[in-house]
C-alpha cells in the first residue's frame, strides 16, 4: 500500500513538473518573447528594401555640408516576388523608361527586393505609375549620390563586390559578404574600412502567403536598429560645396580639369574633372575616360612650366626681369637645330620680364639651357613638383621628369615643357600657390578629419605650410611678370573687372592648352588652374574659364558686385 501511494506521488510530481515546465515555456513565448516572435512573424510576411540606398559614413564638405546621402529622390523599386514568372516585358519596359541596358534590368529581377534607378524625372515617375506592373514602385529612397551633385571624381562610388576584392579582403581577415558593396574609387575607396557600417530604416511592403502585396496595406518605414559600435565614421573634406559647383560649371562644355587651391595653407576647395559621370552607374558617360579623374592626371604643362624656369633663373642669379633679349622668331642652338617662337615674326628688343609675359620661347631657352637640367630637377624638387602628396588621399609614385640633361634636345623640350615633363592641374596649382604666398612650401590637403555621429574628432590631417624655399625678391618678381601676362601679354582673357589677377597661358602641342594664376594680386587667396583637352591656345579656352571662376568666387565671398 505504501509503495502503491508513493508511485502515485511521483507521478504526480512528475506530472506537475511538466505542467509547470510548460507553463513557464508559454510564459516566455506569449509574455517574455511574445513582441519578438511577433515580430517574427510580420518579417515572414515582409518583403524590405533599405530607405538609405547605402548605409555608409557621410562624406562632406569643409562646412559640414553633406556630399552622399544628402535627400530623399524618387526611385523606381521592384520586389521581384511580386512579379510574374515571364518578367520580359517588364524588363524591356524598364529598360527603355529608365535608359537601362535590358540585360542589367533583367538579372536585378530575380532575388531580394533592389532599387533600379534613383533621382527619376518626372517623366520616368508618370510612366512607371500609370503602367501600374506588378512589383514595380516609385517609392522614396536617400541614394548613395544624386545626379549632377559635385565632386564626383573625388568621392568616387560605390559598387557590388568583385570575387577578386572578396577574396583580397578574406585573406586579410576582413568582415565581408559576397553580396556586399565597396568603394571602387575616389574617397569611397580611400576610406572604406572608416565609412563602412552602419543600417537603414527599411521600407516594408506586407504580403499574402502568395507572395503578393496585401491590396491597401501601402509601405510601411521600418526604424533601423544600429548599435553604437556598428555606427561608421564620417569624411569630412576641404572641398567647399558652392567652390566646387562654380569650377565644375565653369568647365562644362569643356574635357579637362580645374582646381582651386587655398594659396596659404594647401586646402584644395575645389577639384573638377569634365565630363563628369553617374556615379549611381545608372547612365552611361558621354565620353571614354569619363571616369579618369584629370585633375589628378599628368600632363605636359607647356608654357605654364616656365614659372619655375623663371623662379630657377632669378634665384640663382642667372637673370634680372629688366635684362634685354632679342627674339628674332627663332633662336639657333649649339648643334644648329633651330627653335621657332610661336611669333614667327619675332618680338625684337625685349627684357626678361616681357618674354615671360608673352611667352617668348627663345628667351626661356636661352636662359633654361644656361640653367642647366640639374637645376631644373633640384628647383622642381624643391617646388615639390616631383612629389604626388596630398593630405588625406594616397596616391601611386609617379616620375614626372624624364629626359637625358646631356642631350640638348630633350632639355629644350623640358625648358618648354612638353615632352620629358607631365604634370597634373594639382600640382600646377600648388607651384601657382607657392608662387602666390611669396615662396613658402605647401601640401595639397584633401581631408581635414574624420568624426564620428556626435561630431568628435576621431583623426585629424592637419594643413602643413612649411619653411621658405623660394626668396620673397624672386617670387615678387615672378608676381609682376604673371599680373603683366594677364594685363597685356597672352593672358588677357583671365582679366577680372574689379579685381587684379595674374597668370600664364600654355599650350601644348601634344595635350591639351593651360592657365594658370591666382587672384587676388595684393592678397592672394586662390590659386586656380584650368586645363583644357584639344584646345587651340590656352589664352583662347583655358583663360576664359579662370576669369569665370575667380569671378564668380570674388562675388560669391562679397569681394566684388
Avoid at 140 to 149: D, F, G, H, L
Avoid at 320 to 329: K, V
Avoid at 340 to 364: D, K, L, M, R
Wanted: hydrophobic fraction near 40%.
Amino acid at each position: 500500500m505504501f509503495f502503491k501511494q508513493k508511485r502515485v506521488l511521483i507521478l504526480y510530481l512528475l506530472f506537475a513538473g511538466t505542467f509547470l515546465l510548460l507553463l513557464g515555456r508559454l510564459f516566455q513565448i506569449q509574455i517574455i518573447d511574445g513582441a519578438k516572435y511577433a515580430q517574427q512573424a510580420v518579417a515572414q510576411r515582409q518583403q524590405t528594401v533599405n530607405y538609405v540606398q547605402f548605409p555608409r559614413g557621410q562624406i562632406l564638405d569643409r562646412k559640414l555640408r553633406p556630399l552622399t546621402n544628402v535627400e530623399e529622390q524618387p526611385a523606381a523599386v521592384v520586389f521581384p516576388l511580386m512579379m510574374p514568372e515571364d518578367r520580359s516585358e517588364a524588363a524591356s519596359f524598364l529598360s527603355s523608361v529608365l535608359s537601362l541596358p535590358v540585360e542589367s534590368v533583367t538579372n536585378r529581377l530575380n532575388g531580394d527586393p533592389v532599387v533600379l534607378k534613383t533621382g527619376l524625372s518626372e517623366a520616368e515617375v508618370s510612366l512607371i505609375e500609370k503602367t501600374n506592373l506588378p512589383g514595380v514602385y516609385v517609392l522614396p529612397v536617400v541614394p548613395r549620390y544624386q545626379r549632377n551633385w559635385p565632386a564626383v571624381h573625388m568621392i568616387g562610388n560605390v559598387g557590388q563586390i568583385s570575387e577578386e576584392e572578396y577574396q583580397q579582403l578574406k585573406d586579410r581577415e576582413q568582415d565581408y559578404q559576397r553580396e556586399d558593396v565597396i568603394g571602387k574609387n575616389g574617397l569611397e575607396r580611400q576610406y572604406e574600412e572608416v565609412l563602412r557600417g552602419g543600417e537603414s530604416a527599411k521600407i516594408a511592403a506586407m504580403v499574402d502567403v502568395h507572395g503578393q502585396h496585401v491590396k491597401g496595406a501601402g509601405f510601411t518605414l521600418i526604424p533601423d536598429k544600429i548599435k553604437s559600435t556598428d555606427l561608421p565614421t564620417h569624411v569630412v573634406t576641404t572641398l567647399d560645396q558652392d567652390y566646387q559647383k562654380i569650377t565644375e560649371e565653369a568647365l562644362e562644355g569643356y574635357e579637362g580639369a580645374a582646381a582651386v587651391l587655398d594659396v596659404w595653407n594647401g586646402d584644395i576647395l575645389a577639384s573638377a574633372s569634365s565630363p563628369e559621370y553617374d556615379p549611381s552607374m545608372s547612365e552611361t558617360p558621354e565620353g571614354k575616360d569619363a571616369y579618369v579623374n584629370k585633375a589628378l592626371q599628368n600632363y605636359p604643362p607647356a608654357s605654364v612650366f616656365k614659372i619655375l624656369i623663371m623662379l630657377a633663373a632669378l634665384e640663382e642669379g642667372l637673370v634680372q626681369p629688366e635684362d634685354q633679349f632679342i627674339c628674332s622668331g627663332e633662336i639657333s642652338l649649339p648643334s644648329g637645330r633651330k627653335v621657332s617662337c610661336w611669333n614667327q615674326e619675332g618680338h625684337g628688343e625685349i627684357t626678361f620680364a616681357q618674354g615671360a609675359a608673352y611667352s617668348c620661347n627663345p628667351v626661356f631657352i636661352q636662359a633654361g639651357l644656361e640653367l642647366g637640367g640639374e637645376k631644373i630637377l633640384e628647383y622642381a624638387g624643391k617646388l615639390g613638383l616631383r612629389d604626388d602628396k596630398i593630405i588625406g588621399y594616397d596616391l601611386p609614385l609617379t616620375s614626372h621628369f624624364q629626359f637625358n640633361n646631356r642631350v640638348e634636345g630633350d632639355l629644350v623640350n623640358v625648358i618648354m615643357g612638353e615632352k620629358g615633363v607631365s604634370l597634373s592641374p594639382l600640382l600646377v596649382a600648388k607651384l601657382i600657390a607657392q608662387v602666390a604666398n611669396g615662396g613658402f612650401s605647401i601640401t595639397p590637403r584633401l581631408v581635414s578629419e574624420l568624426h564620428n555621429d556626435q561630431g568628435e574628432i576621431v583623426k585629424e590631417y592637419p594643413s602643413t605650410m612649411g619653411e621658405r624655399i623660394i626668396t620673397e625678391e624672386s617670387t615678387g618678381a615672378v608676381k609682376s611678370v604673371l599680373h603683366l601676362a594677364v594685363e597685356e601679354g597672352t593672358g588677357t582673357a583671365a582679366q577680372v573687372p574689379g579685381i587684379e589677377t595674374a597668370g600664364k597661358t600654355g599650350s601644348s602641342e601634344t595635350a591639351g592648352v593651360w592657365f594658370a594664376g591666382f587672384a587676388p594680386l595684393d592678397v592672394p587667396k586662390w590659386a586656380v588652374v584650368v586645363f583644357v583637352q584639344k584646345g587651340t591656345s590656352g589664352g583662347r579656352e583655358a583663360a576664359p574659364i579662370f576669369k569665370e571662376i575667380i569671378d564668380r568666387l570674388a562675388r560669391l565671398e562679397g569681394m566684388i558686385q
